[in-house]
């Protein structure tokens, strides 16, 4: 019997209540879907962040999206780079830090406006790309909740100079380019994806989607203790 999660939990009682008891909400309004177990908790939690049932259905999964989160977690030396800083901020600090995971973003960067205003691109493509520059973004859990743009760069590092994330969250939300962007990143069958169909998106759903990723890694850990 594995014992409960402490990390990725709410820290007080009344909080775990809530919380536990608005997941069940979510299950037993959500009815049937097509998810797998494995899957189900990463869109039951995007649901709880915005009270919006329609990410059951929106949201797609490459087939080994949730274990190559997995892996990236338990690597012991994750990160996230994110597009904006609400995504690293929105991120518990203390769940990041009992696994290691360090969290990047440089989308204010002075480098980053400058080459974005010269080379008439966006700060979001120049964030990806100075993050490339760093080396940051191969084994990375990538996370893009604003800017399409941003997830469009992405995609052509991994087409045209071999990045290799571990994961890529991708959930910009917006009306131009957004809903493009996703399927762009859907066409990737040989890097993990997870993405939003259409519009819809934002930094709160790749926060909670990571926040789910974090809750079954420490799942996984206590039942691996439990066993040994």
Not at 159 to 182: I, Q, W
């Amino acid at each position: 019997m594995s014992t409960p999660n402490v990390i990725t939990e709410q820290l007080t009682a009344a909080g775990r209540a809530i919380e536990h008891d608005s997941f069940a909400v979510i299950d037993r309004e959500a009815g049937p879907h097509n998810y797998a177990p494995e899957q189900w908790p990463v869109v039951r939690r995007m649901i709880h962040a915005n009270a919006d049932f329609d990410f059951n259905g929106l949201t797609e999964f490459h087939p080994q999206a949730v274990s190559a989160g997995l892996a990236a977690i338990f690597s012991g030396q994750a990160r996230v780079v994110a597009d904006v800083e609400m995504i690293c901020v929105g991120l518990s600090a203390p769940r990041l830090a009992h696994f290691g995971i360090s969290t990047h973003q440089f989308i204010s960067d002075p480098d980053v406006i400058e080459l974005a205003q010269t080379q008439g691109t966006t700060r979001a493509v120049q964030a990806m790309r100075k993050a490339h520059r760093l080396g940051l973004l191969d084994g990375a859990i990538v996370g893009i909740g604003n800017a399409p743009t941003a997830l469009i760069e992405v995609v052509r590092l991994i087409r045209e100079e071999g990045v290799r994330p571990a994961l890529v969250v991708g959930m910009p939300v917006g009306f131009v380019s957004a809903a493009e962007s996703k399927d762009l990143m859907a066409l990737q069958s040989d890097l993990p994806w997870v993405v939003i169909r259409g519009r819809k998106g934002g930094s709160t759903l790749v926060v909670a989607a990571i926040h789910a990723l974090l809750g079954m890694a420490e799942a996984k850990a206590n039942s691996k203790d439990s066993i040994a």
